[in-house]
C-alpha cells in the first residue's frame, strides 16, 4: 500500500486501518528485517533497498497462495474462475478475436482476465506471480518457465505495391536489407525474430541513429504502403486482413525456416500448469 499510495496517510485510508496502527506494522517489520523499509521525504514515502527486496518477495509470495487458493477451488474442473493471461501485441489482435468465443464456449465459469504488453515485462509479470500464464513468441530466454507450443507463425516480406520485388513469387532478405528496413521499436520481440530469421543486422539511419520504427503492427503496415520501406509481417496477422485496406505486397522470404514459434510458458511448478496446458491445446485448434 505504501509503493503504491505514497504517504501513510493515503496508504491506511485503503487498508481500512489508522495511520498509527500502519506505522506501528512498518516498525515491527524494519525491526524484523534489521533495517529501515521506508524514507520518508517531502515528496511522500519511498521504499529503500530492503523496503524494495521485502516488497518484491512479498508480493511473489501472496500471489503464489492467491494461486493455491484458486487452484483448490478449481480442482477437477479447470479453466474455471480468475485466470490472469498476458499476451505480445503481434498476437492479442490476430489470434485471441477467434480463440474468446471458443473458450466461453467451452469454459463458461472461466474469468480470463488479460494484459497486453511485451514480452519482457509479461515475462516479469509471469515470474513475480502477477499473471498465470503468456501468450508470447519464441525464441526468447525461458530460464524459470515451462511452455506449451500453439502453432508456428512463417514471418513474410511485406512491401510496397510499386516495388519492384512486389511481382516477384519469394523475397530474398539480402534484397530488403539495401531497401529502406521499418521495423517495430525496440522491444518487441518480433523485431529480433525478424532479423535473426533473416540474418540481418538492425537498420542504421543517419548519423548512426536508428531509422525509422513503428509502434504497432498496423503503423507498420501504413508506412510500408506509405512507401517509407520493406518490413516482415507475421502470416498470422496477414491472415486476419491486416494488410487488406493497405497497399502493401506481401510475400514469402527466400529463407531457411523463417518463423517464430507462438507458446503458451508458466513459472516452472505452477500449480497451474495443467491448465496452462489446456489453454495451448485449445488454441491449437484455433
Not at 516498525?27 to 516488497?55: F, M, N
Not at 482476465?113 to 509479470?125: K, M, P, S, Y
Request: contains cysteine; charged residues 20%; hydrophobic residues 45%.
Amino acid at each position: 500500500m505504501l509503493a503504491e499510495h505514497g504517504s501513510f496517510g493515503r496508504a491506511a485510508e485503503a487498508a481500512h486501518v489508522t495511520q498509527p496502527t500502519l506505522s506501528a506494522g512498518v516498525q515491527e517489520l524494519e525491526k524484523i528485517l534489521g533495517g529501515p523499509v521506508v524514507d520518508r521525504a517531502r515528496s511522500g514515502v519511498i521504499l529503500t533497498a530492503i523496503g524494495e527486496v521485502a516488497l518484491g518477495k512479498a508480493t511473489r509470495i501472496l500471489n503464489e497462495a492467491e494461486e493455491l487458493v484458486q487452484s483448490a477451488r478449481n480442482a477437477g474442473h479447470p479453466l474455471t474462475g480468475r485466470f490472469r493471461l498476458g499476451v505480445i501485441p503481434t498476437v492479442a489482435p490476430f489470434l485471441l478475436p477467434r480463440a474468446l468465443p471458443i473458450l466461453r464456449e467451452r469454459f463458461p465459469k472461466l474469468r480470463l482476465f488479460l494484459r497486453e504488453d511485451l514480452t519482457h515485462r509479461l515475462i516479469a509479470q509471469l515470474k513475480a506471480g502477477q499473471l498465470d500464464a503468456a501468450l508470447i513468441a519464441l525464441p526468447y530466454d525461458m530460464t524459470g518457465l515451462d511452455h506449451a507450443h500453439v502453432s508456428d507463425d512463417e514471418l513474410m516480406a511485406a512491401l510496397p505495391r510499386s516495388h519492384p520485388l512486389a511481382k516477384e513469387r519469394e523475397a530474398p532478405p539480402s534484397a530488403l536489407e539495401s531497401d529502406d528496413l521499418i521495423l517495430l521499436e525496440d522491444g518487441h520481440c518480433l523485431r529480433d525474430h525478424a532479423l535473426a530469421a533473416c540474418g540481418l543486422k538492425p537498420p542504421r539511419g543517419v548519423g548512426d541513429e536508428e531509422s525509422f520504427a513503428a509502434t504497432s503492427l498496423p503503423t507498420l503496415v501504413q508506412m510500408v504502403g506509405s512507401g517509407l520501406g520493406v518490413s516482415f509481417l507475421p502470416a498470422m496477422a496477414v491472415a486476419a486482413g491486416l494488410t487488406e485496406t493497405a497497399d502493401v505486397a506481401v510475400m514469402p522470404l527466400k529463407a531457411e525456416h523463417p518463423q517464430r514459434e507462438i507458446v503458451v510458458a508458466w513459472r516452472a511448478g505452477s500449480s497451474r500448469a495443467a491448465e496452462g496446458q489446456l489453454l495451448a491445446e485449445v488454441l491449437r485448434q484455433v
